[in-house]
């Protein structure tokens, strides 16, 4: 044979075999393993629909109706970002058997589209269902307004929100607190629903504090925060101050108003210690008792705090005391401040008082030595005896 007549052999046997080999491609499915499925015999299913789509989390399944009498071995759902995905892509396995099938979709991408079909194998091959596609969520996206008409008690900032992660905006406003990265667990405005830029309030703050703010927007997937604030309220006046202090003690259940004499107002009284009874002094008597008077200089802070620069403030201011030398003073119950005088003439010797005095039952609007003016006093009081 010839060098030509064998090329010509050779040429004819390949095209034979390449033939034989479509042929056989158009009886059945080729599986992803390669097999040839001659006879149809792969499961026939359905891919259920795409549900609890999340940033990175979706649900899908699958319904296989026809075994083709060779029985499941394999079945769940297979995705990717291109189109008709296989079991050589990411997959779930869920079991064997026919019927339906739930599937958990996880590790995906925000903001990504995926395809995703359900499949099922036998001793044949695999089947798929119909693909499906959908694009997973992703967070809003928002920042914090600044913040602007800061006051003793409230300021004013807001948000804007410019994408709302594919998903509706359900809540929005802003968070606040004294601690860094406030959340909606913390103090919080409800600003409305959807996208697009909106002021909130911000009320009820402590003067001269500190705080820190953001923006937050909800949708169902969860919520996500803009960036954050900081800053601080004004101090109040200081009569405005103690005004305050002591309009919150009158409203504390813990206390009890006691109204003067003189008309000029009340002090509030807590009880700490029970005495022996008996008769209240006279406006005239005199008697001796124990007791210790102080305010501070800002009701908003604690007794010492540690301030904004790192330097320990001593805040309660002791002005006058009988516990230095723990020696009881005697004097004439008509000789003290309005609402010292009030609280002795309806103690019982042997009580204890802690007593509120409003600016107006103690020293007034001027003062007295290192004691400013409209300043709210607090006494602890023990009466010893009366004279």
Partial sequence: MTTIKKIYFYVLILTGS?????????????DDNGGNNEKGDVPVLSTTEITEITNTTATSGGIITDDKGFAVTSRGVCWSTNENPSIRDNKTVNGAGGGSFISSINDLKPGTRYYVRSYATNSKGTGYGMAMSFKTNYDPILTTKEITEINHTTATSGGNITDDGGVSIIARGVVWSKSENPSISDSKT???????????????????????????ATNSVGTVYGNQFVFKTLELPWRESNEIQFTKITSSPQYTKLSSLSGKGHVMYKVNKVGEGGSSPLFLDEVKVQYTGWYKNNWEKSDSYIDDHGNAINNKVVFDTTSKNNIPRTFSVNGVIDGFSTALQHMKVGDIWEIWVPWELGYGSSGSGSIPGYTTLVFEIELMEIM
Avoid at 18 to 30: A, H, Q, R, V
Avoid at 190 to 210: A, Y
């Fill in 190 to 216: 409800d600003d409305g629903e959807g996208m697009g830029s909106f002021t909130s309030k911000i009320v009820d703050l402590d003067p001269s504090s500190t705080y820190y703010v953001r923006a937050y």
């Fill in 18 to 30: 390449i033939l034989l080999f479509l042929n056989s491609c158009e009886k059945g499915d080729i």
